[in-house]
C-alpha cells in the first residue's frame, strides 16, 4: 500500500514543518510506503527545502502565481504516484493518525473516504473561533441547499481517494479556490463514486488564511458556478483536462 500526501501551503512556515515531522513519524511507524508533495502556492517566501527530514519523502511543487487552494490540492493530485491520495491541510487540524479510519472504509471498497467535523462521533477538542463555527455550519448547509452533495461537512481538510477516483475527479474539477472540496464531492456523487464521510478528531489550529467576507462572497459565488456547470454537463464528460505539473 502506497499513499501520496498532497499539502497546500501559502507561507505556512511555522504550522508546515512539525505537521510534516508528523506525517513522516506516522508513515515510518506504520511502514506505510509514501511520498510527501508541498503545492507552495507562490509563497512570499517560497519553500525550498525541508530542514530536518528526508528529502526522497518530499517533493515541492511551487506555482509561479497565486492561484488558490483548489489549483493546488488539483496539481498534487495529478503529480501523486501512490495508489491512494489523501490531501490535508499543512496545520493538521485532523491529525494524521485519523488516515487510519478513512483507510478502513477504502480497503472496504470506498472510492473516496472524507473526514467530519459535523457527525455524531466527531470529537472537536479545541474548538474554532464562532465565525468559523457558523460558517462550517451554514457552507454545508448551502451545499445540501443547492443539492450539490449530501455531506453534512464538504469542507474539512481531510480527504483520502483511490488513485483512479483522484485522477477522474481533478481531471474535472474547475474552481480554484476555497469552494473546490465542494466540487469534487459533487463530482463524485453525481458520477456514482461510493463516498464515506467519517467522524474524525478535530483540533482547531490559528493561522487559517480564510478571509471571513472576501472568501465567503467568493465561495457562495463558485457554488452557483458549480451548480450551472452541473446544469450544462461539464461532470459528464469525460475529457482529458490537460493539467501541466509545470509552472505557467
Known amino acids: 500500500m502506497g499513499v501520496s500526501v498532497i499539502i497546500p501551503a501559502y507561507d505556512e512556515d511555522t504550522r508546515l514543518i512539525p505537521s510534516l515531522k508528523s506525517i513522516v513519524q506516522y508513515m515510518d511507524r506504520q511502514k506505510i510506503d509514501h511520498e510527501i508533495i508541498i ?7 517560497p519553500i525550498t527545502h525541508i530542514k530536518g527530514l528526508p528529502n526522497n519523502h518530499i517533493n515541492i511543487l511551487r506555482n509561479s502565481s497565486n492561484r488558490g487552494k483548489g489549483y493546488s ?16 491541510d499543512s496545520d493538521l487540524a485532523a491529525p494524521i493518525e485519523e488516515l487510519d479510519k478513512l483507510m478502513g472504509y477504502i480497503e472496504d471498497g470506498y ?13 472537536i477538542v479545541v474548538r474554532q473561533p464562532l465565525y468559523r463555527r457558523l460558517l ?20 474539512c481538510g481531510l480527504k483520502l481517494f483511490t488513485r ?3 485522477r477522474q475527479l481533478a481531471r474535472l474539477q474547475t474552481i480554484d479556490g476555497f469552494a473546490f472540496d465542494a466540487e469534487i464531492m ?14 474524525v478528531k478535530w483540533v482547531d489550529k490559528e493561522g487559517s488564511k480564510v478571509r471571513i467576507m472576501k472568501d465567503s462572497l467568493s465561495m457562495f459565488s463558485d457554488l452557483i458556478r458549480i451548480r450551472i ?11 482529458q483536462r490537460r493539467e501541466d505539473n509545470r509552472n505557467h
Open 39 to 45: 503545492v507552495d502556492d507562490s509563497s512570499k517566501n
Open 73 to 88: 490540492v488539483r496539481r498534487g493530485m495529478l503529480a501523486a504516484e501512490k495508489d491512494h491520495i489523501m490531501f490535508t
Open 111 to 123: 472510492d473516496i473516504a472524507v473526514a467530519s467535523r459535523n457527525l455524531e462521533g466527531s470529537e
Open 136 to 155: 462550517g455550519k451554514g457552507f454545508p448547509l448551502l451545499v445540501n441547499l443547492l443539492g450539490l452533495s449530501r455531506l453534512k461537512d464538504t469542507q
Open 164 to 166: 483512479d477516483a483522484a
Open 186 to 199: 459533487h463530482i463524485a456523487e453525481k458520477r456514482g463514486m461510493r463516498v464515506a464521510e467519517v467522524p
Open 229 to 239: 456547470n452541473s446544469w450544462a454537463g461539464k461532470y459528464e464528460k469525460k475529457k
